[in-house]
């Protein structure tokens, strides 16, 4: 078999065999093909798509690229969720507490912030102590003792998924359907719980910007879920402005823990309950109503705010943060956004305001840089608001002055003004079974 043919092949547009996926998976990861062939093979899918046999076969194959971390040492059902990647988007820290103080296990390995988007990880790293690589022991002994963990991926868990995300990031093959799919499905699958939670973001701070990509998307990773054994489920979400009212790690945190003492904005507590209760009826197996009672109970009782308390002690965290958020650290620079003039919001770009952010220090321009935890942006008005000129419509924070005004610039370029009420977005869309 030679790289140069499956190439070929994907470039007239035909589909692949299940050894010819295997060829290019097994070759790439173990350094026999080069970058240069990998990228014209990704560039051909691109452009040619694929059937959704190829897909999952490229998924599975991509999930065996490492270690399949074996849940079945839990006790109980095991429940994982997963975002396809936004802004201000704290869901994980408020479903996960939730689903595991009602019984649910969540064993989930997140991620760091990629491009303009945050990562459960960065955030968590913002709590004095916390950490974030437990070995494969301290993780599941966590789970079985606590219900729940949230850690950092592990050093091999899909390393196929690894290289070629990184190659896609930087040759303009990241959005393409197939390949998202299989890049996200094969982490899911390799991590090993029973049930998933896909949160499809759509909009424009989503590599997805249409509801109509956002379900296809969803549909082919739910197929591909369930035709590896296991129960999913994706929610499609609204990523057209950042999801509540803070973008940025420990800003996050803290309105995460607002958020279970039952302060949540609407749109925040819509999609986290949403995911809670999907996540739920996996686990209980109760109908969707119930599982939102539940949810909603699990908040108002502060049993979720204890179980972030305990998650937080467990790794090494300091759980007096959670109990009083006063103690996070403050940037020390801030600055307002103000209002031109009177009128509405009528349009949030939540790429650019991610990006923002990310200028303010809160995320990465290159791999394994520092960020600074206490940046980011706190939003006092989002779209659909009325404004009066010279409002306050968000405040920037960082710790390094010089940040301040590339990010002004980045916030305000992505800000529309009408002088009529713009409609306001649904959080949620559709579900995919
Ligand atoms: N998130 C992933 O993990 N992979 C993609 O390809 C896109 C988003």
Redesign the pocket.
């Known amino acids: 078999m030679r790289m140069y043919d499956i190439i070929r092949k994907k470039r007239d547009g035909k589909e692949l065999s299940d050894e010819e996926i295997g060829f290019f998976i097994d070759g790439y990861t173990g350094g026999a093909i080069p970058d240069y062939q990998a990228s014209a093979l990704l560039m051909a899918i691109c452009l040619e798509g694929m059937t959704d046999r190829e897909t999952a076969a490229l998924t599975l194959r991509m999930a065996e690229s490492g270690d399949m971390i074996d849940l079945t040492g839990i006790e109980g059902c095991t429940v994982d969720k ?1 975002s ?2 936004g802004v201000g988007d704290k869901t994980t820290l408020i479903t996960a507490p939730i689903v595991a103080a009602l019984g649910g296990k969540v064993a989930k390995m997140s ?1 760091r912030g ?1 491009g303009h ?1 945050g990562g459960t990880v960065d955030k968590l790293e913002s709590i004095e102590g916390f950490r974030t690589s437990l070995s494969p022991e301290e993780f599941i002994d966590q789970v079985n003792r606590i219900g729940l963990s949230v850690t950092g991926q592990s050093g091999n868990l899909a390393p196929a ?1 690894k290289k070629l ?1 990184a190659l ?1 990031d930087v040759t303009a093959t ?3 359907i197939p ?6 499905m094969s ?1 899911k699958l390799a991590a090993g719980s029973r049930g998933i939670v896909l949160d499809v973001k759509t909009g424009s701070g989503a ?1 997805m910007k249409t509801q109509k990509d956002a379900e296809l998307l969803a549909e082919k990773m739910v197929t591909i879920g369930r035709a590896a054994g296991r129960n999913v489920t994706a929610v499609i979400t609204d990523m057209d402005a950042p999801l509540g009212r803070s973008i940025g790690n420990s800003l996050e945190v803290k309105e995460a823990v607002e958020a279970l003492r039952g302060k949540g904005g609407s749109d925040l507590m819509t999609v986290s309950c949403e995911l809670a209760a999907e996540m739920m009826m996996f686990v209980s197996g109760k109908p969707k109503q119930e599982c939102l009672i539940d949810v909603k109970r699990a908040i108002a009782d502060g049993s979720a705010l204890a179980k972030l308390r305990e998650m937080t002690a467990a790794q090494g965290g300091n759980a007096e943060w959670i109990d009083d958020t006063d103690l996070f650290p403050k940037a020390e620079f801030s600055l307002d956004i103000i209002s031109p003039a009177d009128g509405y919001i009528s349009h949030m770009d939540a790429e650019m305001i991610g990006t923002a952010s990310v200028l303010l220090g809160a995320g990465r321009n290159k791999k394994d840089e520092p960020i600074d935890h206490s940046a980011g942006i706190i939003l006092r008005a989002k779209t659909g608001d009325a404004v009066k000129k010279g409002d306050v419509t968000a405040t920037l924070y960082t710790n390094d002055k010089s940040r301040l005004e590339p990010a002004r610039k980045e916030y305000s370029r992505a800000i529309e003004y009408s002088d009529h009420p713009a409609e306001r977005h649904p959080a949620i869309y559709s579900i995919i079974k």
């Not at 390949?179 to 996200?184: F, G, W």
């Open positions: 997963h396809t990647g991620g990629l988007t998924d995300y896609r990241v959005d393409s390949l998202i799919a299989s890049s996200i982490k590599f």
